[in-house]
């Protein structure tokens, strides 16, 4: 008899903002770039793309693609899609993250 499966999707575990900054921390922790491009992306579409593409100041097909998997999203707009997010980036020390 086979396993019956159900469609896991991200944006199921996205709905408060406390959820929202635990999987940016663990996806900025990994220090992968893709994967943090993909998780804003995650992020952005759980509260609506066409808002924070407008809170961004870029548009919503340009924010699509710049949070692909294939995206490399600018510093501008990296900085831009987390203000529209309601974030900001705090800069530390290696240690005192440590």
């Known amino acids: 008899m086979p396993i019956e499966t159900t469609k896991w999707d991200v944006q199921d575990y996205l709905k408060t903002p406390e959820e929202r900054l635990a999987y940016l921390e663990a996806a900025?922790?990994?220090g992968d770039p893709k994967l943090v491009s993909i998780?804003?992306?995650d992020v952005a579409r759980s509260m609506g793309m066409t808002n924070v593409a407008k809170e961004a100041g870029i548009t919503r097909e340009a924010l699509?693609?710049?949070l692909s998997d294939k995206g490399d999203p600018k510093l501008s707009t990296l900085l831009g899609?987390?203000?529209a997010l309601g974030l900001r980036v705090r800069v530390i020390s290696a240690?005192?993250?440590a």
Request: hydrophobic content about 45%.
């Open 28 to 30: 900025f922790e990994e």
């Open 81 to 83: 899609v987390l203000k």
């Open 95 to 97: 240690d005192e993250a």
């Open 64 to 66: 699509y693609k710049a």
């Open 39 to 41: 998780a804003l992306g």
